[in-house]
Nanobody
């Protein structure tokens, strides 16, 4: 069983930045594909970014050049650096994990086995 705990959310003005963290349990973190999803009010949860075991990264088009995903295997943590935030980035952000060695970055919810509880990001205009 893998437990994921997100942190770093909050209220920020448009144009500001936040860094989300997701700490994972488990001794084989380096093998996990880690993903970030978000769910805005009244909308379905959507893929934001993913990173695999060897650092391959995939971003949703909506966040390319704005968000950066990274991981620190020594700390069992994945990060999402969010810059130039806009009101439309307001959402609950979820961390997800699937323990698999792959060069493919899953982008669908059902492809991930474990989920965090989510952290709220609110961007004011």
């Amino acid at each position: 069983q893998v437990q994921l705990v997100e942190s770093g959310g909050g209220l920020v003005q448009a144009g500001g930045s936040l860094r989300l963290s997701c700490a994972a349990s488990g001794r084989t973190f380096r093998s996990y594909v880690m993903g970030w999803f978000r769910q805005a009010p009244g909308k379905e949860r959507e893929f934001v970014a993913g990173i695999n075991w060897n650092g391959k990264i995939y971003y949703a088009d909506s966040v390319k050049g704005q968000f950066t995903i990274s991981r620190d295997n020594a700390l069992n943590t994945v990060y999402l650096q969010m810059n130039s935030l806009k009101p439309e980035d307001t959402a609950v952000y979820y961390c997800a994990a699937v323990p698999v060695y792959t060069n493919y970055i899953p982008r669908m919810e059902y492809e991930y086995d474990y989920w965090g509880q989510g952290t709220q990001v609110t961007v004011s205009s």
